[in-house]
């Protein structure tokens, strides 16, 4: 779905015959090549705190 609002002059249309460039660096220039490691997420236990209840 399009939406009519976006600045074509900011979101230009996409051409779906250009080719797709082999470095992702031209697509998304700000963005840093590795990614952080992912945070650790809490596990279900006995009642620790920050811990998530075990489901009933």
């Known amino acids: 779905m399009a939406n009519p609002?976006?600045?074509p002059d900011?979101?230009?249309p996409l051409d779906p015959?250009?080719?797709v460039p082999?470095?992702?660096g031209e697509l998304?220039?700000?963005t840093p090549?590795?990614?952080?490691e992912a945070p650790v997420e809490p596990?279900?236990?006995d009642g620790e705190p920050g811990a998530?209840?075990?489901p009933a």
């Open 5 to 7: 609002d976006l600045d």
């Open 10 to 12: 900011v979101y230009p």
């Open 17 to 19: 015959r250009e080719p």
């Open 22 to 24: 082999d470095d992702v």
């Open 28 to 30: 998304l220039p700000d």
């Open 33 to 36: 090549g590795e990614l952080p």
């Open 43 to 45: 596990m279900p236990d």
């Open 52 to 54: 998530v209840p075990e």
